[in-house]
T-cell receptor
Framework: SQQGEEDPQALSIQEGENATMNCSYKTSINNLQWYRQNSGRGLVHLILIRSNEREKHSGRLRVTLDTSKKSSSLLITASRAADTASYFCATDAGYSTLTFGKGTMLLVSP | KAGVTQTPRYLIKTRGQQVTLSCSPISGHRSVSWYQQTPGQGLQFLFEYFSETQRNKGNFPGRFSGRQFSNSRSEMNVSTLELGDSALYLC??????????????FGSGTQLSVL
């Protein structure tokens, strides 16, 4: 079963615009991670945020976590065509076991 | 440092056959986990191995099995293939203390097609 559910399912923007993706989850978590997947390839870890953190930054990425609402958001600022990919949130059940959402497909047009 | 290597990259099998997929983790990583990705079900956890022991298993039938060798390399096996087993199978490795918060490093996957 899916723990995280991303919203929207698909997002199309122009280069230079910001992209925001949201993730909701069902059970209590210790941390939440975001991954990126280019078409048909493996996933790449982007950022991890712990349950006692509310916001985290990494380069052009900003992640927020609201444990009271069981939700997280990923903001990509100043998007580039190379950001075109699917983005997944994942909650951690320990022992390297991640439960992924269905992902948001982001298309950034030049 | 070499990344996670999965072989083969593509595989075509027929129903009823069995298949073995291979994964070599990043050097020093002792945890290897496997995920199945399909358009319908998304990414689903199969199992995780650490130091040759299966520590966790997802909700998949017994036709799906795996093992890990002393050098941390891992294989997964699917017996009596069904059409629904067509998927991208992803392997990931991590240092893994088992306490959570582990960053996973994924391979490029094996695309399995069952005809």
């Amino acid at each position: 079963s899916q723990q995280g559910e991303e919203d929207p399912q698909a997002l199309s923007i122009q280069e230079g615009e910001n992209a925001t993706m949201n993730c909701s989850y069902k059970t209590s978590i210790n941390n939440l991670q975001w991954y990126r997947q280019n078409s048909g390839r493996g996933l790449v870890h982007l950022i991890l945020i712990r349950s006692n953190e509310r916001e985290k930054h990494s380069g052009r990425l900003r992640v927020t976590l609201d444990t009271s609402k069981k939700s997280s958001s990923l903001l990509i600022t100043a998007s580039r065509a190379a950001d075109t990919a699917s983005y997944f949130c994942a909650t951690d059940a320990g022992y390297s076991t991640l439960t992924f959402g269905k992902g948001t497909m982001l298309l950034v047009s030049p | 440092k070499a990344g996670v290597t999965q072989t083969p990259r593509y595989l075509i099998k027929t129903r009823g056959q069995q298949v073995t997929l291979s994964c070599s983790p990043i050097s020093g990583h002792r945890s290897v986990s496997w995920y199945q990705q399909t358009p319908g079900q998304g990414l689903q956890f199969l199992f995780e191995y650490f130091s040759e022991t299966q520590r966790n298993k997802g909700n998949f039938p017994g036709r799906f099995s795996g093992r890990q060798f002393s050098n941390s390399r891992s294989e997964m096996n699917v017996s009596t293939l069904e059409l629904g087993d067509s998927a991208l199978y992803l392997c990931a490795s991590s240092l893994s203390s088992g306490t959570g918060g582990e960053k996973l490093f994924f391979g490029s996957g094996t695309q399995l097609s069952v005809l």
